[in-house]
C-alpha cells in the first residue's frame, strides 16, 4: 500500500491551487429528493470492511479513480459512511453547528478503548465542557514550557543511535514524545523509580504501543467495532494499562500539593462542573488516556513518516540539512515547518474523519438523508491534483510563500473538533526534526518506500521508519 502516481503529472499552475467549487451543506427534504444518492463501491459488505481497515489507501484511491470524489460503500457503521474529498464539502462539515453534524469518533473503533468520556469520543455540551477545560494546558505559555524538556529528550536519545546501523525510527520518536506526554499530562518528569506506580504506567504505555502492531491486536480493533465496550484482546491490554492508570489518579487525590502544580492530571482533578461536581476516576481514566494515545503515538509517527520521505526524497533532504546547518535560524526554522508540513499532507497519521448528518446534505451533484455518515478522507484530499500539483512527490518546497488550508491541510481535523495538541504537536516535530537534521546523516535502508499499515484509526509505517546512521555530529 503506497502512495504512487496514478497518472504521470506536468503542471505549471501555481505550486497550491484551488479546487473547482462544488455546493455543499444542509439542504431541505424536496431538495434532497431532487438529487441523487453518491454511486456505491460494488463490492461484498465484508471484503469492503477488510479492504477499507486493512489497505486503506488502495481502497479509497481505486473508489475515487472509479467513481469520482464522492461515493458510498458498505461498512460496520450504520447508514454507510460516504466519503468526499472535496474542500468545499469539508468546509461544510467543519463549520457546522455541532448538533447538526456530530463527530463520528463516538462511533469509532476509539470508543471502546479510550471510553465515552472524553474529549475525542464525546458529543454535544459534554465535548464542549471537556474541550474548554483541556485548552489551556496545550497553548501559548504551556507549551513554552515543554520545549527544553523536548530538546533535552532529543539530544539525549540521538546520542544513544549507533553510527553504521540500522534503526527504526517510531519507536525511537515514541521515546522522546512519551517523555513529553509523561512531564505535560501526568507531571511525570525523568524515568520515573523503579516499582512505582508512574513507572508502572510508563511501561504499560509502552508495551500497549508495542503490542498493537501485531496481527493478532489488528483482528481485535476488527473485533472492537460497533461494540461499547473493549472485547478479546483489546481489554486485556487495556486492563494492564488500567491498573498503573488508576493507581497514578489515586496516589494523585492524595497529594498536598495538587493545587501548586500544572499538568493536566492536575488540573482535571481541580476542575469542576457547574453544578459543583468533580470529574469521576472513570471520567479522569478516558481523558487521560486520550491524550496519551492521541498526543504520544501520532506525532512518533509524524516524525517516523517524515524522515521515511527524506531519506528518498534526496532534495528535500539536502535542502533541510543545508538549512539547519548553515547558521541561519530564520531560514532553518523556515524549512523545517515546510518539511514538517508536507510530510503531513503526504503522510497523514489520521486518513479520515467524519461526522454524522442530522439533516439532508448535499455533496456537489449528489445528497444524503438525514443521519448519514459522512466521512473525509484525508488521503485524497492531500493528494488533489487541482489543489496539490504532482501530489505524490514529496516536495517542501510547494508551501514556500504559502500557509496550509483550512480545508486542503487537515491532518489535525477542523472545527470545533480540530485536535487539541496540534500546537504542542508541531512544536515537537520542529524541536526533534531540526536536532536530527543538524545532527544526524541518515540513508534509507532500502530504496522502496515503505509501505502503510493501519492500526486503530491510524496509519504507520510498514517497518518503523527504517534507516542507517552514517555519521553523527557532536
Given amino acids: 500500500m503506497t502512495l504512487a502516481p496514478e497518472s504521470p503529472v506536468h503542471d505549471d499552475r501555481p505550486l497550491i491551487g484551488a479546487a473547482p467549487p462544488s455546493p455543499a451543506g444542509p439542504i431541505d427534504d424536496a431538495e434532497a429528493a431532487s438529487l441523487p444518492l453518491p454511486p456505491m463501491v460494488d463490492l461484498p459488505k465484508t471484503i469492503q470492511t477488510l479492504r477499507f481497515n486493512q489497505r486503506q489507501i488502495d481502497f479509497v484511491f481505486g473508489a475515487r479513480r472509479r467513481l469520482g470524489e464522492v461515493f458510498r460503500m458498505r461498512g460496520i457503521i450504520p447508514g454507510g459512511p460516504v466519503i468526499t474529498s472535496h474542500p468545499d464539502h469539508v468546509q461544510s462539515l467543519f463549520k457546522a453547528k455541532p448538533d447538526l453534524a456530530p463527530s463520528l469518533t463516538a462511533e469509532s473503533p476509539l470508543r471502546p478503548i479510550v471510553g465515552p468520556n472524553s474529549t475525542l469520543t464525546a458529543n454535544g455540551p459534554?465535548?464542549?465542557?471537556?474541550?474548554?477545560?483541556?485548552?489551556?494546558?496545550?497553548?501559548?505559555?504551556?507549551?513554552?514550557?515543554?520545549?527544553?524538556?523536548?530538546?533535552?529528550?532529543?539530544?539525549?536519545?540521538?546520542?544513544?543511535?549507533?553510527?553504521?546501523?540500522?534503526?527504526?525510527?517510531?519507536?525511537?520518536?515514541?521515546?522522546?514524545?512519551?517523555?513529553?506526554?509523561?512531564?505535560?499530562?501526568?507531571?511525570?518528569?525523568?524515568?520515573?523509580?523503579?516499582?512505582?506506580?508512574?513507572?508502572?504506567?510508563?511501561?504499560?504505555?509502552?508495551?500497549?504501543?508495542?503490542?498493537?502492531?501485531?496481527?493478532?491486536?489488528?483482528?481485535?480493533?476488527?473485533?472492537?467495532?460497533?461494540?461499547?465496550?473493549?472485547?478479546?484482546?483489546?481489554?486485556?491490554?487495556?486492563?494492564?494499562?488500567?491498573?498503573?492508570?488508576?493507581?497514578?489518579?489515586?496516589?494523585?487525590?492524595?497529594?498536598?500539593?495538587?493545587?501548586?502544580?500544572?499538568?493536566?492530571?492536575?488540573?482535571?482533578?481541580?476542575?469542576?462542573?457547574?453544578?459543583?461536581?468533580?470529574?469521576?476516576?472513570?471520567?479522569?481514566?478516558?481523558?487521560?488516556?486520550?491524550?496519551?494515545?492521541?498526543?504520544?503515538?501520532?506525532?512518533?509517527?509524524?516524525?517516523?513518516?517524515?524522515?521515511?520521505?527524506?531519506?528518498?526524497?534526496?532534495?528535500?533532504?539536502?535542502?533541510?540539512?543545508?538549512?539547519?546547518?548553515?547558521?541561519?535560524?530564520?531560514?532553518?526554522?523556515?524549512?523545517?515547518e515546510q518539511t514538517i508540513t508536507e510530510a503531513m499532507r503526504s503522510r497523514p497519521v489520521i486518513p479520515i474523519i467524519g461526522r454524522r448528518v442530522k439533516v439532508p446534505w448535499r455533496l456537489g451533484d449528489y445528497a444524503v438523508p438525514a443521519d448519514t455518515p459522512v466521512t473525509m478522507s484525508i488521503l485524497l484530499i492531500h493528494h488533489r491534483e487541482d489543489v496539490y500539483p504532482d501530489p505524490f512527490a514529496f516536495r517542501p518546497e510547494r508551501w514556500e510563500g504559502q500557509k496550509p488550508g483550512t480545508y486542503t491541510w487537515i491532518p489535525f481535523g477542523g472545527g470545533t473538533r480540530r485536535c487539541l495538541g496540534a500546537a504542542l504537536a508541531m512544536a515537537e516535530q520542529r524541536v526533534v526534526m531540526e536536532a536530527m537534521a543538524r545532527r544526524l546523516d541518515l540513508v534509507a535502508d532500502r530504496p522502496e518506500p515503505e509501505t502503510a499499515i493501519h492500526r486503530n484509526v491510524t496509519m504507520i509505517p510498514s517497518r518503523n521508519a527504517r534507516v542507517k546512521v552514517v555519521s553523527r555530529a557532536a
Avoid at 149 to 164: C, F, L, N, Q, T
Avoid at 235 to 261: C, H, N, S
Fill in 126 to 336: 459534554r465535548h464542549l465542557r471537556q474541550r474548554k477545560l483541556l485548552l489551556p494546558p496545550f497553548h501559548g505559555e504551556a507549551i513554552e514550557k515543554y520545549m527544553d524538556m523536548i530538546r533535552d529528550a532529543a539530544e539525549h536519545e540521538i546520542d544513544r543511535w549507533p553510527v553504521g546501523k540500522e534503526i527504526e525510527l517510531a519507536p525511537r520518536m515514541q521515546a522522546i514524545t512519551l517523555d513529553v506526554i509523561m512531564s505535560g499530562i501526568f507531571g511525570i518528569e525523568g524515568k520515573p523509580q523503579r516499582g512505582t506506580p508512574e513507572a508502572a504506567l510508563r511501561r504499560a504505555i509502552r508495551g500497549l504501543v508495542e503490542v498493537s502492531t501485531w496481527k493478532i491486536a489488528q483482528l481485535g480493533e476488527l473485533m472492537n467495532i460497533g461494540s461499547d465496550e473493549p472485547v478479546g484482546i483489546t481489554k486485556a491490554g487495556l486492563e494492564f494499562l488500567d491498573r498503573p492508570t488508576y493507581a497514578v489518579i489515586a496516589q494523585r487525590r492524595r497529594a498536598a500539593d495538587v493545587e501548586e502544580r500544572g499538568d493536566i492530571l492536575s488540573l482535571l482533578l481541580q476542575a469542576r462542573t457547574e453544578d459543583g461536581e468533580g470529574l469521576t476516576d472513570h471520567e479522569l481514566r478516558d481523558e487521560l488516556l486520550t491524550l496519551v494515545l492521541a498526543g504520544h503515538e501520532t506525532t512518533a509517527n509524524s516524525l517516523a513518516w517524515a524522515w521515511e520521505r527524506l531519506v528518498r526524497t534526496p532534495a528535500a533532504y539536502d535542502r533541510l540539512r543545508d538549512a539547519t546547518r548553515g547558521g541561519d535560524a530564520a531560514l532553518s526554522e523556515k524549512v523545517v
